[in-house]
Nanobody
């Protein structure tokens, strides 16, 4: 089945940037839309961004619009989340997920990565 692995998380100061990567293996990623989600301790999983199968359409949560950019390279089976102007409230575990719909609802996605920690702090 489809395997997803996130990377690129870490500790960054407010105002800094990180680029997260989501790499697929075993199957090609070009059958799936991809979502990025995040979850802080004690909170529900929150949709951050999504991208359509060929990358022609994207969506963002209001909280990250203008700061985050999602992109994909199907030839590399990779999806990226460029995060700029990071804020402490962006601190969370970030997950990528693959599914058949373009939505912020986590329940619509079929395959999930293990998550990567992003911490924004001075």
């Amino acid at each position: 089945q489809l395997q997803l692995v996130e990377s690129g998380g870490g500790l960054v100061q407010p105002g800094g940037s990180l680029r997260l990567s989501c790499v697929a293996s075993e199957f090609t990623l070009d059958y799936y839309s991809i979502g990025w989600f995040r979850q802080a301790p004690g909170t529900e999983r929150e949709g951050v961004s999504w991208i359509s199968v060929i990358g022609g359409r994207t969506g963002y949560a209001d909280s990250v619009k203008g700061r985050f950019t999602i992109s994909r390279d199907n030839a590399k089976n990779t999806v990226y989340l460029q995060m700029n102007s990071l804020k402490p409230e962006d601190t969370a575990v970030y997950y990528c997920a693959a599914g058949k719909r373009t939505t912020m609802w986590a329940g619509a996605y079929d395959y999930w990565g293990q998550g990567t920690q992003v911490t924004v702090s001075s």
